[in-house]
């Protein structure tokens, strides 16, 4: 594949936090509308990753690039401030608190930062967001507030106004782990509809490996800090080379 399809490049990623290092050498490529599931043990480092692709957190060592922006961790000058802010429109992040502003509307909670980055007029915007919640399967809760939805709606909510700045990767992390049982589906049939409808590029952290079986292209498991083994869904998961990544999938399948 040429460089051109590279969404996501991690470079020797190292994150420390004072003496304690989460990351140890991280090394990924993400291509466009690839779709890989991280997995592993919890402290492994794998939301530190993730934050570090759109520098929530800044790397210790090592580089991220993001849509052909290129950037090394180290001390934010103004230049590099606004680099990230460039890197950032091209990255859309799912958490697993859904964090909704919760005095706004549904719809204004997806019009708000296409509209704060004028991407287009505010017709454009509200039709654009009024076309997502449908993909979302909520068109009829635009002018709802988010405390009045169940946690799998907010969830939702929160990937339709993370793809309202038509980012060029989805960055989701433990996106149903916060949510009961009986609402997990809904949201993950969303998440493979991004997938296989829109073929969004996507780096999900999830432990529901039926999701992972049918969705992923590629699955990564982190063990303290690195990639210790990575590939097709089938193969990592009914034969794993190592005896952590079976240990681990032994305990949650
Ligand atoms: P995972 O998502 O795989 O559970 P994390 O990336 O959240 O792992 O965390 C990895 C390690 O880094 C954990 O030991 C965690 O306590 C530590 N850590 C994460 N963020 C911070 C922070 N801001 N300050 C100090 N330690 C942190
Ligand atoms: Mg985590």
């Given at each position: 594949m040429s460089d051109r399809d590279v969404v996501v490049r991690l470079d020797g990623l190292h994150k420390s936090f004072g003496r304690l290092e989460v990351v140890r050498g991280v090394d990924m490529e993400v291509h466009r509308g690839e779709v890989v599931v991280v997995f592993g043990r919890s402290g492994s480092g794998k939301s530190t990753v993730l934050r570090c692709v759109n520098f929530i957190d800044d790397p210790s060592a090592g580089s991220v690039e993001v849509a052909g922006i290129r950037l090394e961790g180290g001390h934010r000058t103004r230049r590099k401030r606004e680099q990230i802010r460039q890197l950032r429109l091209h990255v859309g992040m799912v958490f697993q608190?859904?964090?909704?502003?919760?005095?706004?509307?549904v719809l204004d909670n997806v019009t708000c930062a296409p509209r704060c980055a004028g991407r287009g007029t505010g017709d454009e915007i509200v039709e654009r967001a009024r076309d997502l919640l449908d993909r979302v399967g909520l068109s009829d809760k635009a002018e709802e507030h988010p405390i009045r939805l169940s946690g799998g709606q907010q969830q939702r909510v929160a990937i339709a106004r993370a793809l309202a700045m038509e980012p060029d990767v989805m960055l989701f992390d433990?996106?149903?782990?916060?949510?009961d049982p009986e609402l997990t589906g809904e949201v993950l049939a969303v998440m493979k509809s991004l997938a296989t409808e829109m073929r969004m590029t996507m780096i999900v952290v999830t432990h529901e490996m039926g999701f992972a079986r049918e969705v992923a292209d590629r699955m990564a498991f982190f063990h303290e800090g690195r990639i210790l083994e990575q590939g097709p869904p089938d193969q990592l998961i009914?034969?794993?080379?190592h005896p952590e990544t079976r240990a681990f999938l032994d305990a949650v399948l």
């Open positions: 608190q859904f964090n909704l502003f919760p005095n706004m509307t433990e996106p149903t782990s916060a949510l009914t034969s794993p080379a």
